[in-house]
């Protein structure tokens, strides 16, 4: 989904004209935008939250030429997926009511590969 199909589904939604649902939409991210220049952290529940992480100085290479470079100091915005949201997305629809699915078929734990190993001392 990209920020015109958010604003279409808005306005379908709640019945709201595609110029209120786009000034809706634009206020939120615009406000999430700030938030994160001001260093604030972002948590909506049951979705996620944002922060700024920040990264020191290095030197980097240029990938065309090998020639080093120095980066600065910089902070990049992070997304932290919340409990609620990938449990949903993980189980398919609603997770209250969802089945916690089997694991993918040849996939292995580290104790199913222990216990079938020849040196295991179980056997």
Excluded at 34 to 43: H, P, Q, S, V, Y
Excluded at 55 to 76: D, F, H, M, Q, W
């Amino acid at each position: 989904m990209n920020k015109s199909e958010l604003i279409q589904a808005l306005a379908e939604r709640h019945n709201l004209p595609l110029i209120k649902a786009e000034k809706v939409v634009n206020l939120i991210f615009d406000q999430m935008v700030e938030a994160l220049k001001n260093n604030e952290r972002i948590e909506i529940r049951g979705f996620g939250s944002f922060e700024n992480r920040y990264y020191g100085a290095y030197t980097g290479r240029n990938p065309k030429t090998g020639e080093a470079i120095s980066v600065a100091n910089k902070r990049l915005p992070f997304f932290k997926v919340g409990k609620e949201l990938k449990e949903r997305v993980n189980l398919g629809g609603d997770a209250k009511d969802a089945q916690p699915r089997s694991p993918v078929a040849g996939s292995s734990t580290a104790a199913q590969i222990a216990a079938e190993s020849p040196d295991s001392p179980e056997k």
